[in-house]
């Protein structure tokens, strides 16, 4: 078994199923038995609220990150799918960004976090806020893949192309491990009928797109991933293939 893959949900724009990616992933690799730990570090909390736990972070971001606490292992909570773990989210996490702007080598702080776990993980899949902040950096810097969801209208490809410049201007990451790919696809709108298929023949997206779904959307209520509560939904199936593309990306 190799060291522990880190695969990061990421970009500029919010509301772009970052999170709603995360979540399903995780429990896909989970399923499959790969042992996972997902790491919400987005203060609002979806993806611990997806997954049905409390948006409690024991001790608060700020000990955590400063490495006064037993690490990821000791705040990461079991749920309700086997192998998944996960690192809650709760609002002392928007103190993370402060932390890493105050550090002198905050990459360092998120790469010894996940070193902890090493051990006891084989995935870490990281939801991250949107934005270009420390936090978002310090990730980027770590991650095996940073996979960007993007809605096919013509502004997201802007957020994209602005994201993919800051990685450059940080030097937090080369762009070759970024992985854009279509989100929130709406095949009833022309738009997005003739972007997917711009994208899908210029090669730089991967291949899964994910659609607009009721299965996806009722995440929110249900706390249940997509992909086990509705697994024949053409969602599910979408992010399978995703999470193939990933894992072959991360070098799972
Ligand atoms: N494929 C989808 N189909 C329908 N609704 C979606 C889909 N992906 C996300 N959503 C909904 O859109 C909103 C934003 O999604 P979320 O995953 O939280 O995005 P982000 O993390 O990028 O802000 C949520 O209400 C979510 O339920
Ligand atoms: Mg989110």
Sequence with gaps: MGPVRVIAVTGLKGGVGKTSTAVNLAALAASEGWRVILWDLDPQGAATYCLNLKQKLKGGASKLFRGTRDGLAGVARTTDVDNLAVVP?????????????????????????????????????????????PVVEAVANVADLLLVPVV???????ALARYEEFLTDTKAASPKIVAPFLSMVDRNLPMHRRIEAEVLTSGRFLNAAIPTSSAVARMGEEQVPAVLGAPRSLAA??????????????GL
Aim: with cysteine; hydrophobic share 40%; charged share 35%.
């Design 237 to 250: 199936s979408e992010y399978r293939k995703l999470w193939a593309e990933a894992m072959e990306r991360a």
């Design 152 to 158: 096919p209208e013509p502004l997201p490809f802007r």
């Design 89 to 133: 989210a709760d609002s002392s996490v928007r103190e993370v960004d402060k932390v890493l702007w105050a550090s002198t080598k905050p990459t360092k702080l998120v790469r010894r976090l996940i070193a902890g776990v090493d051990k006891d993980a084989d995935v870490v899949i990281i939801d991250c806020p949107p934005g270009l902040s």
